[in-house]
Structure formats: structure tokens, C-alpha cells
């Protein structure tokens, strides 16, 4: 179990790693685009592709996001009650969610199969085949589906999640 445990927490990172690389990519598009204009130039498709890496970044960060407790959690109520009813509460919530994250997993293969079936294209300047940067929306659901399934068997073995919340403090360390 320890070599799945390793290689799921290395799929997350270098997902979060990739969706950082995106937020780049997106600074250094601006960059060229603003470059361009000074000096005349076009540069086709920036905002395209700047489009593209922004939908990347958001679908790769999920699954890391999550487990580094970013994700907005309503935790009043499950700290409220008593630790048997949170157990079941966040079996039901990762069970749900999980669910839905697979539900959208599956369609969006669809989704991205039928793109590259009918060779679907951009309207804009760049002409780009849709099913590449869609294939990232299907490679970043399906993180987050096993994700959410991974803390859902967390909980129900072990009794908890492995959500890790960073605290303020930590923000500093050095």
C-alpha cells in the first residue's frame, strides 16, 4: 500500500505542480501579447491560449487543492457533532462528491472524444483542435475523483480524512 500511497501523493503534486506551470505560462503569454503591441506586432491566439492554460491550471490544481485543504469546507456543523455522526456525515460528503467527480469524469471523456471524433477546431485565430486542451478538464476531473475516492476509503478505514489544512503560522517558516 505505501508504493499506491506514494505514487497517488506524487499524481496530485505534479498536478499542482503542472497547474503552477500553467499560471506561468498564462504571465508570460500576457507578457509577449503586451510586447507585441508595443512593437506593432500581432501575436494570434494569445488570448486563446491563455484561455486554454487558465481552464489547465484550475482542472490540474483540484486534486492537490483538496488535499491541502484549500478547497472551501463547511466544517461548522461537523464540528459540532459527535465524532460517529461526523464519520458518517463525511463518508456521505466524500461519497457524494466522489460520485459526482466521476459522473463528470465520464462525460467529459465523452465530451473530448467526440471533439477529436468530428475533429472539432477553435473559432479563434489559432484554429487549435479543441480535444487537446480538453483532454486536461478530463485528466484533472479524474485526479479529483480519485482524489475524493482516495479520502472517502481514508475515511471509511481509517476514520478520517486526509485533508491537511495549512495554518498561518506555517505560511512563514523558512
Not at 478547497?71 to 465524532?83: E, Q, T, Y
Not at 466522489?98 to 459522473?103: H, L, R
Not at 475523483?145 to 491537511?164: P, Q, S, Y
Request: aromatic share 14%; charged share 10%.
Amino acid at each position: 500500500m505505501t508504493a499506491l500511497r506514494k505514487t497517488l501523493d506524487f499524481l496530485y503534486l505534479a498536478a499542482g505542480v503542472l497547474a503552477a506551470l500553467c499560471l506561468i505560462a498564462i504571465l508570460l503569454l500576457i507578457v509577449a501579447q503586451m510586447v507585441a503591441r508595443w512593437t506593432g506586432e500581432i501575436f494570434p491566439g494569445a488570448p486563446d491560449y491563455a484561455g486554454y492554460a487558465m481552464a489547465a491550471a484550475s482542472f490540474l490544481a483540484f486534486a492537490n487543492a483538496l488535499n491541502h485543504g484549500a478547497h472551501i469546507r463547511v466544517s461548522i456543523l461537523l464540528n459540532a457533532v459527535p465524532a460517529g455522526t461526523r464519520r458518517l456525515l463525511e463518508i456521505w460528503c466524500f461519497g457524494l462528491a466522489a460520485a459526482i467527480a466521476w459522473y463528470f469524469t465520464y462525460y467529459a471523456y465523452w465530451f473530448v472524444y467526440w471533439s477529436w471524433k468530428f475533429n472539432e477546431v477553435s473559432q479563434g485565430q489559432d484554429a487549435t483542435a479543441l480535444w487537446i486542451p480538453q483532454s486536461v478538464m478530463v485528466i484533472g476531473g479524474g485526479l479529483l475523483a480519485v482524489a475524493l475516492t482516495d479520502n472517502l476509503l481514508h475515511v471509511i478505514f481509517k476514520g478520517e480524512h486526509r485533508i491537511v489544512r495549512a495554518t498561518v503560522e506555517d505560511s512563514f517558516e523558512v
